[in-house]
């Protein structure tokens, strides 16, 4: 049909290399190719994810060199009649997936360059979206959050002092950061009247996960003083849920040999 013989035309004629360099000297911006050595231009494999790209899209691949670094430029062939809104994702998801897989086939490595070129033939003036910013609500937001490097957060570090009021939040981080401590007790003992303070205010379950994390990482021998040390900071009516915990914690084979009530 008319769109296979468009991409066997394509394919063949950027196979030789006058006519690739020469597409490329043509339509890449001045900015892309003042960096492109074209006399290191080479055609690699074709067709590197066909599932990708989805049905009618063909890529062609080309290594080369930009300054001292390796680096792809990638044609990809549009020729269906309808334009697809969606192409920018589409492009993307498929370099991802050409990152992935060198990554994986070079461990260790930094991923080269990639550079794509939409080479579409269709009939009608090209009007889709041609930048993945531009399919969020908000573009340039959407440009800072993916583009800026990603906001770390880190618990290793984490004091006591930095709960800061926010005894939620700073529960979780605090014991994430102390939950590798040989003695956690110790640990626990700090941050008693934060957990008496989401008691009172009705927040049980909150703190049975944090109990239940605890324990399940304490040595054995521990296990009585920590859920002694829970329900003496949580409310009375509280205290009493605490019995079905210890009830769990010896189904699951934990001796803790201690009754509460």
Not at 56 to 65: M, W
Not at 79 to 101: A, G
Not at 218 to 239: C, N, R, W, Y
């Amino acid at each position: 049909n008319n769109k296979n013989s468009h991409d066997v035309f394509v394919k063949k004629a950027m196979s030789d290399k006058n006519v690739a360099k020469e597409f490329f000297e043509a339509n890449l911006p001045q900015d892309i190719l003042s960096q492109v050595d074209l006399g290191t231009l080479k055609q690699e494999k074709e067709n590197y994810f066909d599932n990708t790209l989805g049905h009618g899209i063909v890529d062609l691949i080309y290594s080369a060199n930009f300054g001292e670094d390796k680096g792809y430029l990638i044609l990809l062939l549009e020729h269906q009649s309808t334009q697809d809104y969606n192409m920018p994702l589409r492009i993307m998801k498929y370099i991802l997936k050409i990152c992935d897989d060198y990554l994986k086939k070079n461990k260790g490595q930094k991923i080269p360059l990639i550079y794509p070129i939409l080479f579409y033939g269709g009939e009608t003036k090209y009007t889709a979206p041609l930048s993945l910013w531009s399919l969020f609500n908000n573009s340039e937001r959407a440009k800072a959050f993916l583009t800026k490097p990603i906001q770390l957060v880190e618990t290793n570090n984490f004091r006591k002092e930095d709960i800061m009021g926010r005894a939620y939040f700073g529960l979780m981080m605090y014991f994430m950061s102390r939950i590798r401590e040989k003695d956690i007790f110790t640990s626990l003992q700090e941050v008693v009247e934060l957990i008496n303070r989401i008691s009172n205010e009705g927040n049980i379950e909150y703190i049975e996960s944090i109990l239940y994390y605890v324990v399940e990482r304490a040595d054995s021998e521990k296990v009585e003083g920590i859920l002694s040390e829970f329900k003496k900071a949580v409310t009375p009516e509280h205290s009493e849920r605490l019995m079905t915990i210890a009830e769990r914690l010896k189904e699951q084979g934990k001796e803790i040999g201690i009754q509460i009530g």
